[in-house]
């Protein structure tokens, strides 16, 4: 018998093959899945799921400081992001998951960063984006272009704050763009996330299987993937609940099937965290 050939049907596949044949059976996977959470915030979309009247932000809001509508508590959340990140004038910041950008023009009109990049992986969302920038003259200092979160189409070293409003649990796989985010950043840059988490011995149904882990086992894969000075606080108590109760104060009387739907969303998000994480990328 010749090494290498094989007695059994199926041909041996040398071992490069292999890794490049299950590299594009990941890659496959992968874009279906991003398909599917594309086709999911379009249909969101048609809805009317997130019921922000003067916005398009996609995220359901930071309630804590009294806001009274979910324009206001969405602002406050991308407030609470930018001074978590210590974001400043200095600042190249990617945003990953920027849905329509208002976050992104938000944080130019009162931290005037030098630059930030939205990406995202739905071109309906990145145009409307790009949109909105142009509305406010801010095209010249926001960028915004379609691309995933886990094969990020920059150089290493190139930003100061990486950024990710409320999507990273969608991400194939959440802790791959903790990698990306760290090979991204400069040395001494930090990245500021909020994240919705399975609360210890709960099963989270809304959130990807392979992201579906807790708060504690989260700032493991940060340290994981080098970064230092992990801090994951819980903020579940200023975003679940409130959110709920503003979709239950703009139901009509008789919307029985609205009802329905905000029980639903409390039930599921019972068994969730929403978190607030920074992890530093240490001085070379
Ligand atoms: C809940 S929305 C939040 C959008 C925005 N950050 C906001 O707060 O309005 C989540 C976003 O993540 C985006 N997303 C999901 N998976 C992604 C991926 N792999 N790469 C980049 N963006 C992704 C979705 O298209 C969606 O726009």
Redo the contacts with the bound molecule.
């Keep these: 018998m010749e090494i290498g050939t094989n007695t059994a049907q199926t041909p041996v596949v040398p071992i490069n093959q292999r890794a490049e044949s299950n590299h594009e059976a990941y890659k496959k996977r992968r874009e279906s899945h ?1 398909q599917r ?2 086709e999911t ?1 379009e249909h969101t979309a048609r809805q009317d799921f997130n019921p922000t009247d003067q916005t398009q ?3 359901i809001g930071y309630w804590k400081d009294g806001a009274q509508s979910l324009d206001e508590a ?1 602002r406050a959340l991308a407030n609470l992001v930018a001074t978590s990140g210590q974001f400043n004038q200095h600042d190249c910041i990617l945003d ?5 950008g ?2 992104d023009i938000f944080w130019m009109e009162h931290f005037q960063p030098q630059r930030i990049v939205g ?4 071109p309906t ?1 990145v145009k409307g984006a790009a949109k909105q920038a142009a509305e406010r003259n801010l095209d010249e200092r926001i960028d915004f272009q379609v691309a ?3 094969d990020l189409p920059f150089e290493d070293a190139s930003f100061d704050k990486v950024a990710s ?3 990273s649990h ?3 796989t959440r802790e791959d763009f903790f990698h990306e985010a760290y090979r991204v950043l400069k040395p001494g840059g930090r990245l500021v996330t909020t994240d919705a988490v399975p609360l210890p011995g709960r099963k989270a149904h809304f959130i990807n299987p392979v992201n579906a882990y807790t708060a504690e086992v989260y700032a493991n894969k940060l340290k994981n993937a080098g970064f230092t000075n992990v801090q994951v606080n819980s903020i579940g108590a200023h975003v679940f609940k409130p959110y709920s109760n503003f979709l239950l104060s703009r139901l009509g009387k008789f919307n029985l099937l609205g009802f329905i739907n905000v029980m639903m969303h409390r039930f599921f998000s019972s068994r969730l965290d929403y978190i607030l994480v920074t992890a530093d990328k240490g001085e070379a």
């Design positions: 991003e959470v594309v915030y932000y996609l995220n969405a990953v998951g920027c849905g329509y208002d976050e990406i995202d992986i739905n969302e995933s979160a886990v409003i409320e999507a969608h991400f194939m």
